[in-house]
């Protein structure tokens, strides 16, 4: 079992920049595949940024050049520096490991992210 805490997230102004962090506990953090999605109103979930377990990483189109995900083994926790932030932006940001020895899904509870004047 994986449980993941996001934090970091509020509000910004356009071009502001803010830093999300996941926590996580309860299996092998080091092993897993971390990404980090988001769902805006009305929208269907999207995927973000993932990383692999050797620290490999890709990004949607939306973001590349204005996100940069990372992670830290030593402290169970991946990262999302987010800048340049547009409106668009704004969402619901979700956490995922997958466990690569399971096959198994986990989710975080999410942190909003708003992007306003």
């Known amino acids: 079992q994986v449980q993941l805490v996001e934090s970091g997230g509020g509000l910004v102004q356009p071009g502001g920049s803010l830093r999300l962090s996941c926590a996580a506990s309860?299996?092998?953090?080091?092993?897993?595949?971390m990404g980090w999605y988001r769902q805006a109103p009305g929208r269907p979930r999207e995927l973000v940024a993932l990383?692999?377990?050797?620290?490999?990483?890709r990004y949607a189109d939306s973001v590349k050049g204005r996100y940069t995900i990372s992670r830290d083994n030593a402290k169970n926790t991946m990262y999302l520096q987010m800048n340049s932030l547009k409106p668009e932006d704004t969402a619901v940001y979700y956490c995922?490991?997958?466990?690569?020895?399971?096959?198994?899904?986990?989710w975080g509870q999410g942190t909003q992210v708003t992007v306003s004047s």
């Open positions: 995922k490991s997958y466990d690569t020895a399971s096959g198994v899904d986990y």
């Open positions: 309860g299996s092998a953090f080091n092993r897993n595949i």
């Open positions: 990383i692999s377990s050797g620290g490999s990483t």
